[in-house]
């Protein structure tokens, strides 16, 4: 059974920063790796799909990427902004199962 | 493209009460997914649909949850009856296809039992 796993669970940094949020995945047989932003109250907002034979991709500010050997997926913020505070996703494709989801990354952007 | 769409948004319903839950899909989309999120918690899948037939709904508590996707485009989601632990946003999601494509995921309908 697949697991998910993000750290850090809460990460509070001062605008402008770059930043790196962290995704682990137990079994490599995924087809693909999406990135979801939640804010409060609201539903997922897709950020990235990353389809298995792929190892990044990219979206403004935002690049994730994917090493299926390693079970790892990271999702690059640049040049931080308060606008950009919600909580951060991960979720591997299994093809048949849906979505496995880890419990997210709550993101804090100080003005 | 319209998205995902959801109803009601909000529902507060005492302990073994009954409670449904309505879906939309975008236009097109074959498979729709029934989530559930607890508080805290990354979503769980309960349930797959590809058109009207279901795909997989071994994680779904089907002593209590039902659901059905007639004609292959909307989707209701049933409770009966409802438990205190069934408090959670019931999220449903869409995409073209299963597998690699892109899920699309509605603004979800919070419930609270009490």
């Known amino acids: 059974k697949q697991e998910v796993t993000q750290i850090p669970a809460a990460l509070s940094v001062p605008e402008g920063e770059n930043l790196v949020l962290n995704c682990s995945f137990t079994d490599s047989a995924i087809y693909n790796l999406q990135w979801f932003r939640q804010d409060p109250g609201k539903g997922l907002t897709s950020l990235l799909l990353i389809q298995s034979s792929q190892r990044e991709q990219t979206s403004g500010r935002l690049n994730a990427s994917l090493d299926k050997s390693s079970g790892r997926s990271t999702l690059y913020i640049a040049a931080s902004q308060p606008g950009d505070s919600a909580t951060y996703l991960c979720a591997s494709g299994g093809g048949a199962d849906g979505l496995t989801f880890g419990k997210g990354t709550h993101l804090i952007i100080q003005p | 493209e319209a998205g995902v769409a959801q109803s009601p948004r909000y529902k507060i319903i005492e302990k073994r009460q009954s409670v449904a839950f309505w879906c939309n899909p975008i236009?097109?989309?074959?498979?729709l997914y029934w989530y559930q999120q607890i508080l805290g918690q990354g979503p769980k899948l309960l349930i797959q649909f590809q058109n009207n037939g279901v795909v997989d709904d071994s994680q779904l508590p089907k002593d209590r949850f039902s659901a059905e996707r007639l004609k292959g485009v909307d989707s209701t989601l049933k409770i009966q009856p409802a438990k205190l632990e069934d408090s959670a946003v019931y999220l449903c999601a869409s995409s073209l296809a299963r597998a690699h494509y892109e899920q699309y995921f509605g603004p979800g309908t919070r419930l609270t039992v009490t």
């Open positions: 236009s097109g989309h074959a498979t």
